[in-house]
């Protein structure tokens, strides 16, 4: 009978162990194998901030460890689940029958980018706070300065190449809704080189 009982212990440390190992999480930038959708997904906290093309939203996290964003826009929560330091899986909490769908790291940021953002006044996120509270105080104009959030907080989760290709599809969205597109809305986020 010990043994049985030293083997069960023994099984339940290794899943332990095994658990601990599984809720690792790099940020970067996630997608589906094969497909052509990616988001970027850094921690902050005890949260996942993703950023989109169209949107940054701060996901927390919950009891049973997953992270959950409710879209009052939609009216749906979505959720993220760390499945390991190189996958994460999204779903719909609550939602019957839904089946999580796989994002695998394609990229890990920098540990040079994520240090750039420790809070130094004039840090990417810093930059990024900017533009999404101005987002919130000229709704006119809420797109523009949200994009110029989202290419700020894809600097701080890309390479030189993804930042670029990000910013890339960014300025298409803009510049056909701006009035004036001589120049970047956001040199700090959206660098002129890039506009």
């Not at 909490?93 to 420790?118: C, K, M, W």
Request: aromatic share 8%.
């Amino acid at each position: 009978m010990k043994i049985v009982h030293k083997a069960a212990l023994a099984l339940a440390a290794c899943c332990a162990v095994g658990t601990a190992f599984a809720h690792e999480f790099v940020n970067g930038t996630y997608g589906i194998v094969g497909g052509s959708y990616s988001i970027k997904v850094e921690k902050q906290g005890d949260s996942l901030v993703v950023v989109e093309p169209n949107k940054t939203s701060t996901y927390s996290p919950q009891a049973d460890g997953s992270y959950h964003f409710f879209n009052p826009n939609t009216n749906a929560t979505y959720g993220l689940r760390v499945v390991d330091g190189d996958t994460i899986e999204a779903f719909k909490p609550g939602v019957d029958g839904n089946v999580p769908t796989q994002l695998d790291l394609i990229s890990a940021a920098s540990a040079a980018a994520i240090a750039s953002d420790d809070g130094d006044g004039d840090g990417i996120g810093s930059i990024a706070e900017k533009y999404e509270a101005l987002a919130k105080s000229d709704p006119g104009n809420a797109h523009v300065w949200s994009a110029c959030a989202t290419a700020a907080y894809s600097r701080s989760t890309s390479n030189d190449a993804e930042f670029a290709e990000y910013v890339g599809l960014v300025t298409q969205m803009l510049k056909p809704i701006m009035t004036d597109v001589s120049g970047t809305p956001c040199a700090d986020a959206i660098p002129a080189s890039l506009w």
